[in-house]
């Protein structure tokens, strides 16, 4: 009797299915990064309220946070891979160049946003309880952006690490 369940716990054993570690994400906190994201907007909105680059400033922030939240947290397993592990912070450092210069440009493009709105038609930009047409293209647009940018910076991450393994 105790050799059947020993033969059927090796049988089980060979069944499992086995996952493949490099396409599967290491953690889910990518899926969360819109929390944090939307803390830093709504903390940086209320310290530059009297700042003219106050929506700029806030958008700018929330999106740097997203990308790199969402970046690291479909790379890495968990807090320790973060904070115990050296390589991260230089990672990150060199991810920091090229997230400055799309930074510019959607910082720019938000600039523009602001500018083009008035001369607009009412029906697009209306005010009201419900976002406009064009409020909700430019969010679509940076969502769509930052999950490009931390995508490719997943990427990015993940071959410097599994770069220095070998």
């Not at 400033?57 to 740097?64: R, S």
């Not at 890495?76 to 973060?82: E, H, K, P, S, T």
């Amino acid at each position: 009797m105790f050799e059947d369940l020993n033969v059927a716990e090796k049988n089980t054993e060979v069944a499992a299915p086995l996952t493949d570690d490099e396409n599967t994400p290491s953690s889910g906190l990518y899926r969360w990064a819109h929390f944090p994201a939307g803390l830093a907007f709504g903390i940086l909105i209320i310290l530059f309220s009297g700042n003219p680059w106050r929506w700029q400033i806030a958008i700018g922030g929330g999106y740097t946070v997203y990308v790199f939240f969402f970046a690291f947290g479909s790379v890495l397993r968990d807090a320790d891979d973060f904070f115990g592990d050296t390589r991260v912070p230089l990672c990150a450092a060199k991810l920091l160049i090229p997230h400055i210069f799309i930074l510019t440009l959607i910082i720019s493009g938000v600039s523009l946003w602001f500018h083009i709105s008035p001369l607009l038609p009412s029906w697009v930009t209306h005010e009201g309880r419900k976002e406009s047409l064009w409020d909700l293209f430019g969010w679509l647009i940076l969502a769509g952006a930052g999950i490009w940018q931390g995508s490719w910076m997943a990427k990015k991450i993940k071959s410097r690490f599994t770069e220095s393994e070998d």
